[in-house]
């Protein structure tokens, strides 16, 4: 299984944009990078996920480094229920496993 | 959809008793995953299974655990006996082949 890493904990201001760092540096060519989030006493939800190029969906983006040893999730307007801890998974269809994740706080 | 329903949600238990966590998959899913998560931990994957067949159990702490998944609709996870350091939240999550994985709201257990 690929390797992350990413910052214990981040801090926002709401209505401000977030970036949310991965490395994945021993990421296979084949895996997809999978950000998922953990909302409190909830069960992990999906985000997004992409290969290689950017991706965009109502919750997020992703943008993908052209080497993919790294990823960074962009939240483009920080809310208070984005708080949560993020979770960068590299994945190919076997088993999805968590590292500790980020947790981000949004400051009103 | 109903989403992953886990049952119960939350339980309590005195050391060296029976418990059962039961799973219903999101029909049609045919990967079922069950994961544990405390605040030392993190979230650690115990077993997950393909078309009802288990495929990796190298998670599962010890022989007090155990999961079955009789059909498509339905798993346990059943630990005996139960110890307190058992105390988690324990998630089941489904999926179809290379798609999204969903999880359900998770059964909190404390084993005193």
């Known amino acids: 299984d690929a390797k992350t890493t990413q910052p214990n904990s981040m801090e926002s201001n709401e209505e401000e944009p977030v970036h949310l760092p991965c490395n994945h540096s021993t990421i296979s060519g084949t895996d997809y990078i999978h950000w998922y989030r953990q909302l409190p006493s909830q069960g992990p939800e999906y985000v997004i996920h992409?290969?290689?190029s950017n991706v965009n969906n109502r919750m997020a983006s992703l943008a993908i480094a052209e080497d993919r040893k790294s990823s960074t999730l962009i939240l483009h307007r920080a809310t208070l229920r984005d708080a949560a801890v993020y979770y960068c998974i590299p994945y190919n269809n076997n088993d999805m496993r968590f590292g500790a994740g980020t947790r981000l706080t949004v400051k009103p | 959809d109903a989403g992953v329903i886990q049952s119960p949600r939350h339980e309590v238990t005195e050391m060296g008793q029976e418990v059962t966590l039961r799973c219903k998959p999101i029909s049609g899913h045919n990967s079922l995953f069950w994961y544990r998560q405390t605040m030392m931990r993190g979230l650690e994957l115990l077993i997950y299974f393909n078309n009802n067949v288990p495929i990796d159990d190298s998670g599962m702490p010890e022989d007090r655990f155990s999961a079955k998944m009789p059909n498509a609709s339905f798993s346990t996870l059943k630990i005996q006996p139960s110890e307190p350091r058992d105390s988690a939240v324990y998630f089941c999550?489904?999926?179809?082949?290379?798609?999204?994985?969903?999880f359900g709201p998770g059964t909190r257990l404390l084993v005193l």
């Open positions: 992409g290969l290689t």
């Open positions: 999550a489904s999926r179809r082949s290379r798609e999204t994985q969903y």
